[in-house]
């Protein structure tokens, strides 16, 4: 959106610097911002040893939470649809809930990236062969 920058954990707002704050933890950082001015990122917990993924929405920030270990979320669309990784699994965070998203093979790795207003996720699962662009789509 026009005006609005997000570094490390701080909003810049027309020359206004918002810090978003923390969960508790030291450090906060931010990965991005959706038009209405969500926010999205990671930031540790209370003794600086596991982060979680966050939103911040008009200054009040939410743990998403996670599928085990640690969490960050990495992209945030117009409708406030949140993706990123969860231990080593890709998630979406809608309505509240965050929920895996199946990769090319559940044995390894995957990371979503980013998603669209239409909720067409991109990112990577690893299998066998190595790592693979990845379209998670709705049915």
């Not at 701080?10 to 991005?32: S, Y």
């Not at 929405?57 to 640690?70: E, F, H, N, P, W």
Request: proline content about 4%; overall charge positive; glycine content about 16%.
């Amino acid at each position: 959106p026009a005006g609005l920058v997000v570094a490390g954990g701080t909003l810049w707002n027309r020359g206004v610097a918002t810090p978003l704050g923390t969960l508790g933890g030291c450090c906060t950082f931010a990965n991005a911002i959706n038009p209405a001015g969500q926010v999205v990122g990671l930031s540790y917990l209370p003794g600086n040893q596991v982060y979680h993924a966050f939103r911040w929405d008009k200054g009040v920030m939410t743990d998403l939470g996670t599928l085990g270990g640690t969490s960050e979320a990495r992209d945030i669309n117009s409708k406030g649809q949140i993706v990123g990784t969860s231990g080593n699994r890709a998630f979406l965070w809608e309505k509240g809930r965050m929920t895996e998203l199946i990769s090319l093979d559940r044995r390894f790795s995957s990371q979503a990236e980013a998603i669209n207003p239409a909720g067409e996720i991109v990112g990577y699962s690893n299998t066998e062969r190595g790592f693979r662009a990845t379209l998670w789509t709705r049915k």
